[in-house]
């Protein structure tokens, strides 16, 4: 089932499938999501609990026991229940499952709620430890974004911009795409990383701890800008999938943590930038996007 939400600025269709974007378009009728062409991606924007990217050997440990678990997690495969809806903001929400519990041995609660306000939409995560131990979690966002607005354009044409920055400092990969400590001195010309990511020789471009959390998506062009503020994430990553010719989007992805790194064990309360929650704690991280036509 899809949920939409419109106001003056934006409508923007979200489905109960893994509380996940559909479609973000302007007034003018210009579609800013990636529509998931399955020849390419076939995802918008998934969502990435309770794990982040791809684990070695497909799992993880807990307390010395091994733990098999599918790339990003179960969330964005899960049917979410809406708790509350009006014509510009929407919850969903799931609980754990004797399914969930396979993979992720504790009970949670996750509540995901888009808030649309003029040209801006936040989305806010909401974590609830419901087990009687410390539950360790991942979280973030995997939204796509269209790289080729108008007739005649090209990625090429698009960049994403780092306000105040002079270079970057993305992390260097191994052979299966799993982190390593060394990191990559990376030029920003006007402040900009041109697309797609392949220009470094990278899967995907993962930075830590930016200056001011804060990127654009522009182009040459047109006038359309796209802005995510995440400054409850300590990581991004930027990817596209690896393709010998223009895939026509990309994915700009806040973080909680680090995904599959050669620099630390494979226990999952170990990972680097793993949230800790308390039995019983809550806590909510949010990230915004806001368009400029």
């Known amino acids: 089932m899809n949920i939409t939400l419109k106001n003056d600025k934006l409508t923007v269709v979200i489905s109960t499938l893994g509380a996940e974007i559909q479609s973000m378009t302007t007034p003018s009728g210009t579609e800013l999501m990636w529509q998931a062409d399955p020849a390419i991606w076939g995802r918008h924007a998934p969502l990435l609990f309770p794990i982040i990217g791809r684990l070695k050997d497909q799992q993880y440990t807990l307390e010395g026991k091994v733990i098999k678990i599918s790339q990003h997690g179960f969330a964005r495969d899960t049917e979410f229940t809406v708790d509350q809806q009006s014509d510009t903001s929407v919850a969903f929400s799931i609980t754990d499952s004797p ?161 599959e790194c050669t620099f630390v064990s494979s226990e999952l309360s170990g990972k680097a930038g793993i949230r800790l929650l308390q039995p019983g704690q809550t806590e909510s991280l949010s990230y915004t996007v806001t368009v400029e036509e």
Request: net charge negative.
């Open 99 to 259: 399914e969930t519990k396979k993979v992720y041995p504790f009970s949670f609660r996750l509540s995901i709620t888009y808030r649309l306000k003029d040209n801006v939409l936040e989305k806010v995560h909401t974590v609830t430890n419901r087990s009687d131990c410390v539950m360790p979690y991942e979280i973030g966002g995997h939204d796509g974004y269209r790289t080729t607005l108008n007739p005649g354009e090209s990625m090429a044409d698009y960049a994403i911009e780092f306000p105040g920055q002079t270079e970057i400092h993305p992390f260097q990969m191994d052979e299966h795409c799993f982190l390593t400590p060394e990191k990559l001195s990376y030029p920003l010309v006007g402040g900009k990383l041109p697309m797609p990511p392949k220009v470094l020789g990278l899967d995907t471009v993962v930075l830590e701890k930016l200056p001011v959390n804060r990127v654009t998506l522009s182009n040459c062009k047109n006038p359309i800008r796209l802005t995510v503020e995440f400054a409850d994430f300590d990581y991004l990553g930027i990817w596209t999938m690896p393709m010998d010719f223009d895939t026509h989007y990309v994915c700009i992805e806040p973080w909680t943590t680090l995904p």
